[in-house]
Nanobody
Framework: QVQLVESGGGLVQAGGSLRLSCVAS???????????MGWFRQAPGKEREFVAS????????SYADSVKDRFTISRDNAKATVYLQMNRLKPEDAAVYYC???????????????????WGQGTQVTVSS
């Protein structure tokens, strides 16, 4: 069984920072270091949207325009963990954040929901103005 577990969400004031983590376990642990990983978010009443992704070795990353220069994705394959450092948070960043594993081997930092096959349960990020 593939498991991805996010943590690190919470309530923060606008302009503040949070660091999200996503740990892989089970079968995901065996393939974590050869697959791309991504972060997506979904706000109430909105569709799930791409936030950031990283290829298997961290050499390639991709960001949504709305978070570029504020968010940083990284990974530690030895710990089977992917991170999302979120700085200068805005109220519009509030959402449930999900991590996901790519279907294909991870030479590319994928951006499309359909490119990912396993998802975590999500962690809530709330930003007060």
């Amino acid at each position: 069984q593939v498991q991805l577990v996010e943590s690190g969400g919470g309530l923060v004031q606008a302009g503040g920072s949070l660091r999200l983590s996503c740990v892989a376990s089970g079968r995901a642990l065996n393939v974590f270091n050869v697959h791309s990983m991504g972060w997506f978010r979904q706000a109430p009443g909105k569709e799930r949207e791409f936030v950031a992704s990283i290829n298997w070795n961290g050499a390639s990353t991709s960001y949504a325009d709305s978070v570029k220069d504020r968010f940083t994705i990284s990974r530690d394959n030895a710990k089977a963990t992917v991170y999302l450092q979120m700085n200068r948070l805005k109220p519009e960043d509030a959402a449930v954040y999900y991590c996901a594993k790519s279907q294909q081997y991870g030479t590319t930092a994928y951006r499309t929901i359909g490119d990912f096959d396993y998802w975590g349960q999500g962690t809530q990020v709330t930003v007060s103005s």
